[in-house]
T-cell receptor, first 113, second 117 residues
């Protein structure tokens, strides 16, 4: 199993540009989520999904959209990038029931100029 | 919503000594408390977790204790080694049952642990 994968690893955007961060998992996990990590602020939840077609907002959803058309994929879209969205983004997945080990992807480092 | 506070933000200990990181949570319904280790430039990885029906759990040099009454839990690392240097995150959730909306993990702000050789 590849586990949780993310692309790209690093991206530079200009203010106002849009982009999609990709996330995929091959563990048949129902639950997937996106976090952003900023210095001194830990991991903050952006959006999450408990299954295909079901998504909900986390702690910091503004400026981000998500969709979940398949169990495997959970892309994160930035519609109009802002410098405040400069961060490291982690995707994570886990089973919805039972043991709740959450597995993280390798992260995407985003710089918005 | 849940609020998790973590202390200290930085911690330096001599190699071989013990390290303790403490977290408090606000929601008494939280029942699952994992700890993650993040090495520089890497992804967070689960190192140990505890559920609310257990007061203590050990895994070799790592242990976690939970005080439900006081709503705090702690990570203990004994006989520290240089490879223990990393950022450690605690987290809390109500996600032991499969109810939509109870699945979210709330993280603390992290502790940067440095082991001094």
């Amino acid at each position: 199993n590849a586990g949780v994968t993310q692309t790209p690893k690093f991206q530079v955007l200009k203010t106002g540009q849009s982009m999609t961060l990709q996330c995929a998992q091959d563990m048949n996990h129902e639950y997937m989520s996106w976090y952003r990590q900023d210095p001194g602020m830990g991991l903050r939840l952006i959006h999450y999904s408990v299954g295909a077609g079901i998504t909900d907002q986390g702690e910091v959803p503004n400026g981000y959209n998500v969709s979940r058309s398949t169990t495997e994929d959970f892309p994160l879209r930035l519609l109009s990038a802002a410098p405040s969205q400069t961060s490291v983004y982690f995707c994570a997945s886990r089973r919805r029931t039972g043991k709740e080990t959450q597995y993280f992807g390798p992260g995407t480092r985003l710089l918005v100029l | 919503g849940e609020n998790v506070e973590q202390h200290p933000s930085t911690l330096s200990v001599q190699e071989g000594d013990s390290a303790v990181i403490k977290c408090t949570y606000s929601d008494s319904a939280s029942n699952y408390f994992p700890w993650y280790k993040q090495e520089l430039g890497k992804r967070p990885q689960l190192i140990i977790d505890i559920r609310s029906n257990v007061g203590e759990k050990k895994d070799q040099r790592i242990a976690v204790t939970l005080n439900k009454t006081a709503k705090h839990f702690s990570l203990h690392i004994t006989e520290t080694q240089p490879e223990d240097s990393a950022v450690y995150f605690c987290a809390a959730s109500k996600g032991l049952i499969s109810n939509f909306g109870n699945e979210k993990l709330t993280f603390g702000t992290g502790t940067r642990l440095t082991i001094i050789p």
